[in-house]
């Protein structure tokens, strides 16, 4: 009975995969340095890069000069991205709201692990992505601990940071550290290249930032999402209040940048209509299809087939446009008898109606001022509200967050936040489907970021950036289901809480050759001590691309619990000395997929045994039963 592997998937084995389909003569091997001792060399599957720019050009390939953004740990970040880890997530029952019945997931962890973990659950399912990252001020604490696989000795001399006499130059990182902007490149870029694949053909990503790494954030989104998937960058005012010193700019204003993950898919939402936007429209004439205004008549390109005159009622002759008119010649004919295109009363010129009763909303700027979304300000008066006093120094404004959601349209869809902070996220969408009936849900990621010692969080009680998200969705959930409590009874305002920790597994799991016989001998379990059932349950989750916010039940069987996943999309049994009644009982239940504890079963006959009974109770799927029965 095969093993669940247990660990997140190798993104380069699977991009070697399917190279090796397209290009099957670029394939190669080399040497397996991890893997090769002296006595025994290992060798692995690699790529001739060379022969496939060959493959992929119509010209020689020579040089490698190219139009591209890089930077020093570019490579390495690459790499980093695509390795597999050996973790899981580990569920937190007690700090979770509503376990039972909750669709949000609140995951405290290194967001690159945590993505890494999530790809075969949520590829594909996530239909917006917000993130607030760090901003790269010269004073932020990088506290991802990213390895770049890079010592500083190699660092320096990939950078090239030498002085006038060949002598090495390194400072602090600071501001005027030449990895100063390096540093933060491969820290977003590697988590971009794994968020991609989370978003639905049609999904976007909004990613706020400042002018101190705007530039790069953008040419990095543009190789990441492709140039051709972007959408705007959003100026967002977040400060009224002028500020600063006389001799510098008040800065006023941060970025919102909006890309999505095909731009033939996407349909980029309207903003609903104010009384502000409807001034302009009124009905002089009367017209039964009600209010309307005048729109423009010009063609905006020269168009030699859009040159013609118009004859008006009496007969007078209206000159075109310089370009030319916007419609051709059969189609104005047609608005005029329609009444969408009238006369002057002098006949000197004819006037396009456009009525408001055809406007469904209004088109986004892109500049969003912060009387209509909020601002920084704005978003510390609400944590204020809830918890007394600020315990986060710049959260966004819910506003802010929910015009990004409303420019998606889409009520029923999932919502990704790996920078989620105070979870401003989170209350934004439970703010939106208040107010729209929507079922919108979340998952949350945030790092257990210390806070300060002497910082106003601390004082207050909270030892991480993650107690003060999780807090703040229960009070900002409570706070809305109390102001509407006719509206929102359906409203989920809760969260399963997961974990980030070391895989449920003992080493000797993924490595048994390096154990001798004396040693597996005192291995009655390659499970570790302290892991529970749930551990176990959501670990096989992950390993084989379940959702996680899905229901499930637990129950007794011949003195064996058993575990239901979503009404069979899973069933576990994790106890010792499986009788074969359970199994048979299991078998009944046609799951799409079972596991159970390698240590379950006595011997490798009690092993095989379980696939005839699942071939006796599934005929019909007996070819595929090794695929969908394993142990762990």
Request: charged content about 30%; overall charge negative; proline content about 5%.
């Amino acid at each position: 009975m095969d093993k669940l592997r247990m660990e997140s998937p190798d993104m380069t084995a699977q991009n070697i995969d399917h190279i090796a389909a397209l290009f099957p003569n670029c394939i190669t091997e080399m040497l397996d340095e991890e893997h090769s001792t002296p006595e025994k060399k290992v060798y692995k599957r690699a790529v001739n890069f060379e022969l496939l720019k060959q493959m992929l050009s119509p010209d020689v390939v020579d040089g490698d000069e190219a139009y591209e953004f890089t930077w020093v740990g570019k490579k390495a970040a690459i790499v980093e991205a695509n390795k597999p880890i050996r973790k899981t997530l580990r569920p937190c029952v007690a700090e979770s709201k509503d376990w039972d019945t909750t669709k949000n997931l609140y995951i405290e962890g290194d967001n690159l692990e945590v993505l890494k973990l999530l790809q075969e659950s949520y590829l594909g399912k996530v239909k917006m992505i917000y993130i607030d990252p760090p901003y790269n001020t010269g004073s932020d604490r990088f506290i991802y601990p990213d390895d770049y696989g890079m010592t500083q000795d190699e660092y320096e001399t990939a950078s090239e940071v030498y002085d006038e006499e060949g002598n090495k130059v390194f400072s602090e990182n600071l501001s005027s550290n030449p990895r100063y902007h390096s540093k933060w490149c491969s820290m977003i870029y590697q988590r971009l290249l794994l968020a991609r694949g989370f978003l639905t053909e049609d999904g976007a990503i909004f990613i706020s930032i400042d002018d101190k790494e705007q530039e790069n954030l953008k040419k990095i989104c543009d190789e990441v999402f492709g140039a051709s998937n972007y959408v705007s960058t959003i100026v967002w005012q977040h400060s009224i209040q002028p500020k600063g010193y006389l001799g510098n700019f008040s800065i006023q204003h941060s970025y919102v940048l909006i890309y999505c993950k095909d731009a033939l898919s996407f349909k980029l939402g309207s903003l609903e209509r104010t009384d502000e936007d409807n001034k302009a429209y009124s009905n002089p004439d009367n017209d039964p299809k009600g209010p309307w205004r005048s729109g423009d008549v010009r063609n905006a390109l020269y168009r030699p087939n859009l040159i013609y005159d118009i004859i008006s009622p009496s007969g007078k002759v209206i000159k075109p446009c310089e370009n030319g008119w916007r419609w051709s010649k059969e189609t104005v004919a047609e608005k005029i008898k329609s009444g969408e295109i009238i006369f002057s009363a002098d006949e000197t010129r004819i006037i396009r109606k456009i009525y408001l009763s055809t406007l469904e909303g209004r088109a986004p700027e892109t500049i969003w001022f912060g009387k209509d979304v909020g601002t920084t300000r704005e978003g510390i008066s609400e944590l204020k509200q809830l918890f007394g006093q600020a315990p986060f120094d710049t959260p966004k404004p819910t506003r802010l967050i929910e015009r990004c959601i409303t420019l998606m349209n889409d009520p029923q869809m999932l919502i990704m936040d790996f920078f989620s902070g105070s979870a401003t996220t989170a209350e934004a969408i439970m703010k939106a489907n208040s107010k729209d009936g929507g079922h919108r849900t979340s998952i949350q990621i945030q790092y257990p970021e210390e806070c300060g010692i002497s910082s106003p969080a601390r004082k207050m009680g909270y030892s991480t950036i993650s107690e003060i998200g999780k807090e703040r969705i229960r009070r900002a959930g409570d706070k809305i289901k109390s102001e509407s409590p006719m509206t929102t009874q359906d409203l989920d305002i809760g969260f399963r809480v997961l974990k980030l920790d070391d895989t449920n597994m003992k080493d000797v799991y993924y490595a048994p050759d390096d154990y001798d016989q004396g040693m597996l001998a005192g291995l009655e379990s390659n499970i570790k001590d302290d892991r529970t059932d749930l551990d176990l349950l959501f670990g096989c989750l992950i390993d084989w691309g379940l959702p996680l916010s899905l229901p499930y039940k637990s129950e007794q069987i011949d003195g064996c619990t058993v575990h239901t996943y979503n009404d069979g999309d899973l069933i576990a049994c994790f106890d010792a000395n499986i009788p074969e009644s359970v199994v048979k009982e299991i078998a009944k239940r046609k799951p799409l997929r079972a596991v159970f504890r390698d240590s379950g079963f006595a011997s490798s006959p009690e092993k095989i045994n379980v696939f005839e009974i699942f071939k006796l109770y599934m005929p019909e799927d007996a070819n595929d039963i090794s695929k969908r029965v394993r142990v762990i």
